[in-house]
């Protein structure tokens, strides 16, 4: 079955230090792997995404990511957090469905950031 | 432009009223996308257009009612909600064919209150 994995539902880091979030997949073919975040109340935005080559991806606000197919993992990293960064992350992937497509979300992973 | 645009963003309604959620894109996607999103879960999908056509529902109750009238504008009609269907609505697009079909772009959401 398809499905994403995100083992931590909470993190706290300080601000300034490294950050790395989790995300596993189970997927049958080429997974087409996506992170997003949330501010409270607000859409998701897009911070990266991975299709196919380069399996490190460079992302907006600092953030990369690596693909590991070995792995099924597609963790998310930043080397210096800041206090803005503090919010809920969901790690995705993309499936064929219908004769169009969707979205296979993990559960999430709340950022704590410390001042 | 690169926006998903979403109103009202907040909507307050009793369970016998009758109100419509709205949802626009200017982008040329021809997939748009309602999720519903409860407090720290991940976004549940709803329904998916493809090419104005209805693809899939995910066995929503028949109190919410996807509209699309043409391939930029997407509504959700409600009627007789109950209040555990009070969350954060979210619409989406994507561009609905090849590999860029994947990548969705999300609106700011309704923030829905049953009364």
């Known amino acids: 079955a398809q499905s994403v994995t995100q083992p931590d539902i909470h993190i706290t880091v300080s601000e300034g230090a490294s950050l790395e979030l989790r995300c596993n997949y189970s997927?049958?073919?080429?997974?087409?792997l996506f992170w997003y975040v949330q501010s409270p109340g607000q859409g998701l935005q897009l911070l990266l995404k991975?299709?196919?080559?380069?399996?490190l991806v460079q992302g907006i606000k600092g953030f990369e990511a690596e693909f590991k197919r070995s792995q099924s993992s597609f963790n998310l990293r930043k080397p210096s957090v800041h206090w803005s960064d503090a919010a809920e992350y969901f790690c995705?992937?993309?499936?064929?469905?219908?004769?169009?497509?969707?979205?296979?979300f993990g559960t999430g992973t709340r950022l704590k950031v410390l001042a | 432009d690169t926006e998903v645009t979403q109103t009202p963003k907040h909507l307050v309604m009793g369970m016998t009223n009758k109100k419509s959620l709205k949802c626009e894109q200017h982008?040329?996607?021809?997939?748009m996308y309602w999720y519903k999103q409860k407090a720290k879960k991940p976004p549940e999908l709803m329904f998916v257009?493809?090419?104005?056509?209805?693809?899939i529902n995910e066995s929503v109750p028949s109190r919410f009612s996807p509209e699309c009238p043409n391939s930029s504008l997407l509504n959700l009609h409600l009627h007789a909600l109950q209040p555990e269907d009070s969350a954060l609505y979210l619409c989406?697009?994507?561009?609905?064919?090849?590999?860029?079909?994947?990548?969705?772009?999300f609106g700011p959401g309704t923030r829905l209150t049953v009364l």
């Open positions: 989406a697009s994507s561009q609905g064919t090849g590999q860029q079909g994947y990548e969705q772009f």
């Open positions: 997927y049958g073919a080429t997974p087409y």
């Open positions: 991975y299709f196919s080559g380069d399996t």
């Open positions: 995705a992937v993309g499936a064929p469905a219908s004769g169009t497509y969707k979205y296979i």
């Open positions: 982008m040329g996607h021809r997939a």
């Open positions: 257009y493809s090419y104005e056509k209805l693809s």
